[in-house]
Nanobody, 125 residues
Framework: QVQLVESGGGLVQAGGSLRLSCAAS????????MGWFRQAPGKEREFVSG????????VYADSVKGRFTISRDNAKNTVYLQMNSLKPEDTAVYYC??????????????????WGQGTQVTVSS
């Protein structure tokens, strides 16, 4: 089992930045691939970014490429999502997700076994 707790969401103006954190517990974090997803009102939950066990491989949705950066600190059991140049369309609840037993992340929701409770990000225009 992996327990995940996100933090760092909030209200920010367009063009601003936020850093989300996801603290993991319950299993050796360094063996768990991680991902970030988001869900806007009335929309499906969508992939944002993923990172491999070592942190050496990352992947981004086209909509956030060049603006968001995913990273992880295995010593702190934490994965981060640095979000810069935020846009109103980035407004959503952001979820971190864990994929135990796999080296690489995935863009597919059903490839993740554990989810956090989500943190709200609101970008005003």
């Amino acid at each position: 089992q992996v327990q995940l707790v996100e933090s760092g969401g909030g209200l920010v103006q367009a063009g601003g930045s936020l850093r989300l954190s996801c603290a993991a517990s319950g299993r050796t974090f360094s063996s768990v691939a991680m991902g970030w997803f988001r869900q806007a009102p009335g929309k499906e939950r969508e992939f944002v970014s993923g990172i491999s066990v070592s942190g050496g491989s990352t992947v981004y949705a086209d909509s956030v490429k060049g603006r968001f950066t995913i990273s992880r600190d295995n010593a702190k059991n934490t994965v981060y999502l640095q979000m810069n140049s935020l846009k109103p369309e980035d407004t959503a609840v952001y979820y971190c997700a864990a994929r135990p037993g796999f080296y690489s992340s995935s863009v597919y929701r059903d490839h993740y076994d554990h989810w956090g409770q989500g943190t709200q990000v609101t970008v005003s225009s």
